[in-house]
């Protein structure tokens, strides 16, 4: 499935040699990213996120382990990492990011 999403991003946006991941993103987060209420992302820095990366972010329901299929594509725009003093743990991540557009699959 992650194959699909990154390359309907490439297909849909023209992304053809940037670097795009995939996150799972569950509801109703989901929503407020495509609304473009939700700006910023909270997540463990296992990734090396980093100004200018591309995510699809993809509507995951965990209660039946898959995704819906529908996705979004973002770009990181600015990370803040390990500021214990303002509740942000030892190797977390927020980082802020511009939505692109939907993808479908």
Same mark, same amino acid.
């Given at each position: ?6 390359? @309907?991003? @490439? ?16 509801? *109703? ?12 992302? =909270? @997540? ?12 699809? +972010?993809?509507?995951?329901? *965990? ?9 979004? +594509?973002? !770009?990181?725009?600015? =990370?803040?990492?390990?500021? *214990? ?8 991540? !927020?980082?802020?990011? @511009? ?5 479908? =699959?």
């Amino acid at each position: 499935m992650k194959e699909k999403f990154i390359k @309907r991003a @490439r297909e849909t946006f023209g992304y053809d040699t940037a670097k795009i991941g995939l996150l799972k993103l569950v509801q *109703p987060y989901f929503d407020s990213v495509i609304s473009e209420e939700k700006k910023a992302e =909270i @997540r463990k820095d296992d990734k090396q996120f980093s100004e200018g990366d591309l995510y699809v +972010l993809a509507e995951y329901n *965990p209660t039946m382990d898959s995704y819906s299929g529908a996705a979004c +594509l973002v !770009v990181i725009t600015h =990370i803040l990492r390990d500021i *214990p003093q303002y509740g942000l743990k030892e190797g977390y991540a !927020v980082w802020s990011f @511009r939505f692109i557009g939907m993808i479908k =699959i």
